[in-house]
């Protein structure tokens, strides 16, 4: 069994890594979705109250509320997909890190995708799931808010980089080496050195 954590600021490629993972039947558990059922769980809209729920998660239940609730739906997903690997997309801080590794050990390797603040740009413009993501100032206050949550530090921690500088294709190999390799408990390392 292996736990493959992500970590990376907006724009940088965490969801097409969790979309080879699907690609692959890889189970994938998304930190958000915790607080989206939360916002749900209290009968608030997720789209609108999403940062203030996970906030409020952590007030509540400690800095490591929202990796210890995506404890149980790591287990079941391992549980029902019978599955070598799962994916944990968005880690944001260092406790969650080292709830993940408290939880699985050398089974956790945590990947930190990154790319420059251009392209990043760039791509979420392209992607326009929102009107902010053609707003470079917008994007500046979300990577902001990200790097206060602890983004920057986790991503200083990740145990492989990729840089996701090239094509969508190349991207999507390195992905692959990371999700069915055994990359090296190395810092820094990229995804070409697998």
Same mark, same amino acid.
């Given at each position: 069994m292996r736990v493959v954590g992500t970590v990376g600021l907006p724009g940088s490629g965490k969801g097409e890594i969790a979309a080879v993972a699907a690609e692959h039947d890889i189970p994938v558990i998304t930190m958000g979705d915790v607080i989206r059922q939360a916002c749900r769980d209290r009968g608030l809209d997720p789209t609108e109250h999403h940062g203030e729920m996970a906030q409020t998660l952590r007030e509540e239940n400690g800095p $490591? @509320?929202? @990796?210890?609730? &995506? +404890?149980?739906?790591?287990? $079941? @997903?391992?549980? @029902?997909?019978?599955?070598?690997?799962? !994916?944990?997309?968005? !880690?944001? &801080? !260092? #406790?969650?890190?080292?709830? %993940?590794?408290?939880? %699985?050990?050398?089974? %956790?390797? +945590?990947? &930190? #995708?990154e790319a420059p603040f251009d392209l990043r740009a760039e791509r979420l413009a392209d992607r326009g799931r929102d009107a902010s993501d053609s707003d470079l100032e917008a994007l500046r206050a979300r990577d902001a808010r990200e790097l206060e949550l602890g983004v920057g530090e986790v991503m200083d921690r990740a145990d492989v980089t990729i840089e996701n500088t090239d094509t969508l294709e190349a991207f999507h190999d390195r992905a692959e080496a990371v999700l069915f390799g055994e990359p090296a408990k190395t810092a820094g390392q990229t995804g070409e050195e697998q």
């Open positions: $490591a @509320a929202v @990796a210890e609730r &995506s +404890l149980p739906m790591i287990e $079941a @997903a391992i549980d @029902a997909h019978e599955a070598e690997t799962v !994916l944990v997309d968005g !880690l944001r &801080s !260092l #406790v969650e890190v080292e709830t %993940f590794e408290a939880a %699985f050990g050398d089974a %956790f390797t +945590l990947v &930190s #995708v």
